[in-house]
């Protein structure tokens, strides 16, 4: 009470001060009030979006649907998404479902695009390319009419520069072994990934010791203009021949549709995607074709010759030397590069090109060992012609 009785003493007057304090406190007692509510509201939430996720309770909420976005305002999909080449040659596709995506035929043949056909050159290799220098050369000046296709060991890390025709260029693999299934699932795995750019039209295999015999003019008019693909195929007797058929195999496949052929082929499209898409002869050579039957010179060519005859010429393009005999073919190295030795190969052979006698049976060479490289480039220009 003295306060009190002091204060009016001195002619104070208390209710302003005791309104000023109410008002004061009110907000902070507002705001306490909503944070206590908005943390309870969280909570809530919270716990109802677990429920919803692991315990699979229905949310009896309104789903409010998406706003539809007029398509003026959508990048719509374009034909360029399907027919550019892939950016990056290493996907993370495995084999499974590269060939399936490879297998892919449009049904209407008519293109509704301006499709240059390229030539897809596809380069089974152990690791570097020695030939790169000529190839280059070879390439040079003739960019949207090829495409490089490399399948090195999985362990190899190309180093090429980015000027370089093979930058970039080597492709997802896996180890190979000479004369097994896996070196037609590396041929088959060159295919299926050339196969993802709709414009190569050829595919030609090729190795880290092979060499152009002509410039690409006459190589691109050659292929583009034969009616055959060229895939060795022939029927020999004897024990490197029939000797490696195995009975087995019938009767999907008899001794009488044996055949037996160069690795190196040419191949157009048609038959490319017969290759990739091959789920029927596959299990055979893979089970019942293996050394001494050597996969890589029976499967594709035997698989042709029994389902499209018409379309394969029966003939490499690759120049070979088995006159040396033994398992492997002859190696050129410096002290063979010659003219003598390139007229001896123009030369050496007539054949039947759109069934017609030609003298031009070989656009490309093996083996060639990297001390061949230096007097090849001295050489090109005058008779290889690039």
Known sequence: ??????????????????????????????????????VL?????????????????????????PTIVPSCFVELDSIQSWIRP????????????????????????????????????????????????????????????YSIYVHAMPSYDANYPPSSVFYRRQIPSQVTEWGRMTMCDAERRLLAN?????????????????????NFSIVYSYISRSKHSFM????EHGPYGRGRYN????????????????????????LAVKIVADVTYYPKFKDFCRPACYVDEHYFQTMLSIETPHLIANRSLTYVDWSRGGAHPA?????????????????????????????LCYLFARKFSPSALEPLLQLSSEVLGF
């Open 1 to 38: 009470m003295q306060p009190r009785l002091m204060a009016l003493e001195e002619g104070k007057d208390l209710a302003p001060t005791v309104r000023t304090y109410q008002h004061r406190a009110l907000p902070l007692r507002v705001l306490q009030f909503f944070l206590v509510f908005l």
């Open 247 to 270: 009975e087995k195999m019938a009767p999907l496949v008899n001794l009488t549709n044996w055949r037996k052929g160069p690795q190196w082929f040419e191949v157009n499209r048609e």
């Open 232 to 235: 060795g195929s022939f029927d």
């Open 194 to 214: 050339a196969l993802l750019d709709i414009s190569n039209e050829w595919f030609i295999l090729l190795s880290e010791a092979c060499i152009p015999l002509r």
């Open 331 to 359: 190696t050129f190295g410096k002290v063979d590069i010659k003219e003598e030795f390139f007229k001896k190969i123009f030369d050496s052979k007539i054949c039947l090109y759109n069934n017609q006698p030609s003298s």
């Open 41 to 65: 509201g969280l909570g809530v939430s919270v716990c109802s979006m677990y429920m919803i996720r692991f315990f699979k309770i229905p949310n009896a909420a309104p789903v409010v649907q």
């Open 86 to 145: 892939p950016s990056n040659l290493l996907h993370i596709m495995n084999d499974t479902e590269l060939l399936w995506r490879a297998s892919f035929v449009p049904q209407i043949k008519s293109y509704p695009f301006n499709r240059v056909p390229k030539i897809a050159f596809m380069f089974l290799t152990k690791g570097p390319l020695p030939m790169a220098p000529l190839w280059e050369r070879f390439f040079k000046g003739q960019e949207g009419r």
